[in-house]
Nanobody
Framework: VQLQASGGGLVQPGGSLRLSCAAS????????TGWYRQYPGQQRELVAK???????EYADSVKGRFTISRDLAKNTQYLQMNNLKPEDTAIYYC?????????WGQGTQVTVSS
């Protein structure tokens, strides 16, 4: 099983990016999916997550700016990031939690700079 993340890049403050994460297997609605980010020298932190119940959780720092979604027909999850700030600069990882394991994408760099 593989997760392929894409959509990162360089954007100016206030700009937008949309991250995608395609899974090589079917994503069931009751499997949690999410996005995390990692700053240099730090542990990964939650950005946004869709739980198996459908509940969505966002980090306080991204509420109102980021939107997580997924298209189960395409086995893909997304992270729409608006009004990006320099402090959003990090490597972003997607997560899929199956019944037996946690699967991570390879990470995609997001850089917010003028």
């Amino acid at each position: 099983v593989q997760l392929q993340a894409s959509g990162g890049g360089l954007v100016q403050p206030g700009g937008s990016l949309r991250l995608s994460c395609a899974a090589s297997v079917r994503i069931f609605s009751f499997w949690p999916t999410g996005w995390y980010r990692q700053y240099p020298g730090q542990q990964r932190e939650l950005v946004a997550k869709i739980f198996g119940t459908g509940r969505i959780e966002y980090a306080d720092s991204v509420k109102g700016r980021f939107t997580i979604s997924r298209d189960l027909a395409k086995n893909t999850q997304y992270l729409q990031m608006n009004n990006l700030k320099p402090e959003d600069t990090a490597i972003y990882y997607c997560l899929l939690q199956t019944a037996s394991e946690d699967l991570w994408g390879q990470g995609t760099q997001v850089t917010v700079s003028s």
